[in-house]
């Protein structure tokens, strides 16, 4: 049975564009300042983001824990949302790496306000750590993909600033979000210090992510990557991958009309609650189905459909991305609507 695979976006292959680009880029030793496909990139998001200067990282996780670490200083406490990827998702990085701590709130599918976060101003007193960093992440991950948009952002940097506090988007998918708010990426990151996103998730490069900022914070990022092992030498030929990624970016619009689509089949199931769908996943309540997270995605294996379970609870997440097709969406929703049924 063939298989159609939502578990994410970041399954996505490289086209066979991108495959030409990397063999025939053009590339240096990147450590050195030499690799002159990176500057490319670098110089691309920089122009993209509004921003002043950007630098090419592995991953995600290494742009987010670099930002703490040089937003922080290493001392002092960074604030964000209690689910959010750099508290959740990220091993503790920011404390072992950092030495931060970290505070959370709760927020509103992902979203919190200046006067949630408040109570973290306090006084200059040797009892508390100072509130160095407030992030955010858009679209956030765990709450299914929802979006901020360009004023909640605002808010909190201006609530932030007026403390002396820097802020860091975690903006993984911040070119999802731009789409489905339609908007210039750039207009969702006024004002912000840094922000870091992923070329290898929807955008469909093979490896990387970028983070932006200002040409003292990209400067300073530069000495932590490579302390914590990021220099790639010969990059050139990842980076011309995400050089195509973001010219393509205008792409991301199909994944989230089809996620409408799956989620409006879904929501015909018995059993199944849908919640709201933002971008390019789709979240599912199975609550009433009386099966476990674990038993439910082994169930959908068996018929060829892959979903992930969110955490321990009762939600299970569909992602869509450039290798799930109209005909897929149909696909999955008949053969789970057969599955399911009394």
């Known amino acids: 049975m063939r298989r159609i695979d939502f578990r994410s ?23 050195f300042g030499e690799d002159p496909t990176i500057k490319k990139l670098q110089e691309e998001a920089a122009r993209i983001m509004g921003m002043e200067a950007a630098i090419f990282v592995p ?4 742009a987010n824990q670099i930002a703490v670490w040089v937003h922080t200083g290493r001392r002092g406490q960074a604030v964000m949302e209690e689910n959010c ?26 979203v919190f306000t200046p006067a949630d976060i408040r109570r973290f101003w306090l006084p200059h007193d040797p009892h508390f750590a100072a509130t160095k960093l407030v992030c955010i992440e858009n679209t956030h991950n765990y ?19 007026a403390h002396g506090a820097a802020v860091h988007i975690d903006g993984a998918r ?51 990557r490579k302390i914590l092992g990021g220099g790639m030498r010969q990059a050139g030929h990842l980076a011309a991958a995400g050089l195509l990624a973001l010219a393509d970016r205008n792409r991301l619009v199909e994944d989230h009309i089809r996620a409408n689509a799956l989620a409006a089949g879904l929501a015909d199931i018995p059993g199944l609650t849908v919640l709201p ?39 299970v997440r569909f992602v869509t991305h450039r290798h799930i097709s109209d005909a897929d969406v149909s696909e999955a929703v008949a053969r789970m609507t057969k599955l399911l049924q009394p």
């Not at 709450?143 to 600033?161: F, K, L, M």
Request: one cysteine or more; a negative charge; hydrophobic letters at 45%.
């Open 9 to 31: 976006d970041t399954l996505t292959q490289p086209t066979d564009a991108m495959r030409h680009a990397m063999a025939a880029a053009e590339v240096g030793d990147d450590v």
């Open 59 to 62: 991953t995600g996780t290494m």
């Open 85 to 110: 990827h750099i508290a959740l998702y990220e091993g503790g990085g920011a404390a072992l790496l950092s030495g931060a701590t970290i505070r959370t709130v709760p927020g509103k599918r992902g």
């Open 143 to 161: 709450s299914g993909g929802y979006c901020w948009t360009a004023e909640q952002t605002n808010a909190i940097v201006a609530e932030a600033h």
């Open 174 to 224: 911040i070119f999802n979000a731009a789409a489905a708010l339609g908007l210039e990426v750039k207009d969702l990151v006024a004002g912000a210090d840094s922000i870091m996103f992923c070329l290898s998730k929807g955008l469909s490069a093979p490896v990387g992510s970028v983070l932006c900022g200002s040409q003292k914070f990209i400067d300073e990022a530069r000495f932590v």
């Open 277 to 315: 769908t933002a971008t390019n996943m789709v979240m599912v309540d199975i609550s009433a189905t009386e099966l476990s997270c674990e038993q439910f995605v082994h169930l959908m294996q068996e018929i060829g459909v892959l979903c992930l379970q969110r955490d321990a609870g009762p939600v």
